[in-house]
């Protein structure tokens, strides 16, 4: 199963996508993520993303596109895999239609995680990330079982560069401008599920296991 997540800075991808993996047995697949571990472990790749994530802006067409396409052929890719973070432009999304093409696949679902832009800002300073693998908790809504560390691998969670008001201010007006019209872009395809995003995390998981069958 080829899922793909769509929605604003903060929706909730990540936290979904996690479940998603975990259920159906499918790498979780986050640009995201990719570029956090790049910038943590100072490759060049990283240093390069950083300056556009910082601001949040797009990282450039080319370099997330390479990256994405190259992991999606890894042997564990081979029953699936869920995307989060990734088409974010039309451009990607045609690049990723082309790439599957020429493996014969298609995108088999894309969840669009619909949460308004007033409810964002505030999820986003109570975020707390894991970089080592890519966790996602909420100091009220998801919290860790114990204050500031990894349920799942132990290591310190941190706030992330991005998620200061002014930056998330940014990435919600270039989500608006360059990602959401990928909504549209599926809806022709046939392939677009909508899930309010806005309930509670158990119950949008379980809005998404509906739609995409036990
Ligand atoms: P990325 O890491 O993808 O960030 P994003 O899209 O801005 O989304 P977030 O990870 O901030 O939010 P999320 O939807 O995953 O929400 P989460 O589950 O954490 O990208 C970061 C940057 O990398 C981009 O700005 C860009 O520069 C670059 N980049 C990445 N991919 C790229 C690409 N393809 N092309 C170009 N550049 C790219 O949830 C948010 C918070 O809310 C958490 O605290 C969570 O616990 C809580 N929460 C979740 N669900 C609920 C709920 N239902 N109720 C209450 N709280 C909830
Ligand atoms: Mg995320
Ligand atoms: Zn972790």
């Not at 950083?50 to 396409?69: I, R």
């Not at 974010?88 to 894309?110: N, V």
């Not at 998801?142 to 349920?151: I, L, T, Y």
């Not at 270039?174 to 019209?181: D, K």
């Amino acid at each position: 199963m080829k899922i793909i997540m769509l929605g604003a800075p903060g929706a909730g991808k990540g936290t979904q996508a996690k479940q998603i993996a975990e259920k159906y047995h499918i790498p979780h697949i986050s640009t995201g993520d990719i570029f956090r571990a790049n910038i943590k472990n100072g490759t060049e790749l990283g240093k390069e993303a950083k300056k556009y994530m910082d601001q949040g802006m797009l990282v450039p067409d080319e370099l997330t596109t390479n990256l994405l396409v190259d992991r999606i052929k890894d042997a564990d890719c081979e029953n699936g895999y869920v995307l989060d973070g990734f088409p974010r432009t039309i451009p990607q999304a045609e690049c990723l239609d082309r790439a599957l093409e020429g493996l014969g696949e298609k995108i088999d679902f894309a969840v669009n995680v619909e949460v308004p832009d007033e409810n964002i800002i505030r999820r986003m300073s109570g975020r707390r990330a894991c970089l080592s693998c890519g966790a996602t908790y909420h100091i009220q809504y998801n919290p860790p079982k114990a204050e500031n560390v990894c349920d799942a691998c132990g290591s310190q969670l941190v706030l992330r560069d991005d998620d200061k008001a002014e930056t998330v201010k940014k990435r919600l007006d270039v989500y608006h401008a360059q990602t959401q019209p990928l909504i549209d872009y599926y809806t022709e395809k046939g392939v677009l599920a909508q899930v309010d995003g806005t309930q509670e995390i158990d119950k949008v998981f379980s809005d998404i296991v509906a739609i995409l069958g036990e």
